[in-house]
């Protein structure tokens, strides 16, 4: 594969997958399990997740090692196997996707506080160069750093992917509104404080995931396109904001709902549309029937 952002060229607008959490937890994955595990464990149901995006039309797929930092696999004693977790999780989402089709290791955040001083920067850099190389081990054609709510976090995220890889670097932060109608990340970043601070790490693309649907997504990606006219960017937005219902928590936003904003987040600015928590391979079938519309 050639690189992403060569692929958006001409104003194309790429499809990227759906949830990969709910989905394990639908496939049988217990609380308090390690999800990652499932690489060795159970490749056959992690390809499958992976497959299924790829038949309903992404351009690129995720790898199952959101959680799989040294640092977040030391929960289940699982640390000394990062390396392998990771490269496990990049093969088996490469065998999905083939050749045609892009792969994006992801890296999550480890849930440590850099200003509580419950880690430093050095481990945190030691910890997501371990996970990268796995990736790219594996067969990642890029980094994706999701789900980041602390700009030093996710700034040596993208330092140790880009030390230790030649592949291209996401960076997604999630942001919720406030009562007062804009956004911010849990350690009060907005998504324009999120372009200033990280662009000096030159990430690839930069974007938003989690935390919203669709329709708030607009104004997010506004805001973030308003702070740099260049940048692509990325999406994955929730299958709408979760609700508590019979004992589960279910996300309500119906593909046809969901498909309902696409044309408007293009709009917006956004360059690459997926989905995260409660998407359905239902879902990116319907994004991808909108964008072509």
């Known amino acids: 594969m050639g690189k992403i952002k060569e692929a958006l060229k001409n ?92 792969v994006l290791g992801s890296i999550g955040p480890t849930g440590k506080i850099l200003m509580m001083g419950e880690i430093t920067e050095d481990e945190l850099f030691k910890s997501f160069s371990e996970q990268a190389s796995g990736l790219s081990d594996g067969g990642a054609d890029a980094i994706i750093i999701e789900t980041m709510s602390d700009i030093e976090e996710a700034r040596q995220a993208i330092k140790a992917a880009k030390s230790c890889t030649d592949l291209e670097v996401i960076c997604t932060m999630t942001f919720e509104k406030t009562k007062d109608g804009d956004y911010r990340t849990m350690m009060g970043i907005s998504p324009a404080d999120m372009v200033h601070q990280l662009l000096s790490e030159e990430p690839d693309i930069i974007g938003a995931n989690c935390g919203n649907g669709f329709h708030d997504m607009i104004g997010i990606v506004s805001e973030i396109r308003n702070a740099d006219p260049d940048i692509p960017i990325l999406v994955h937005a929730n299958a709408g904001i979760p609700i508590y219902k019979d004992g589960k928590t279910v996300f309500p936003e119906t593909p046809n709902e969901m498909g309902s904003y696409v044309h408007e987040i293009i709009d917006a600015g956004a360059n690459i549309i997926g989905g995260c928590c409660g998407t359905t391979p239902a879902h990116i079938s319907r994004l991808k029937e909108m964008i072509l519309k």
């Open 11 to 102: 104003g194309r607008i790429l499809i990227s997958d759906g949830a990969w959490g709910t989905f394990l937890q639908a496939k049988g994955l217990k609380a308090g399990e390690c999800p990652e595990l499932w690489n060795l464990e159970h490749p056959e149901e992690v390809f499958n997740i992976a497959k299924s995006y790829i038949d309903a039309g992404s351009n690129m797929v995720e790898t199952n090692s959101f959680g799989g930092s040294s640092i977040k696999l030391s929960h289940y004693g699982l640390d000394d196997k990062a390396y392998e977790l990771n490269k496990a999780a990049a093969e088996i989402s490469k065998k999905a996707a083939g050749h045609d089709h892009f």
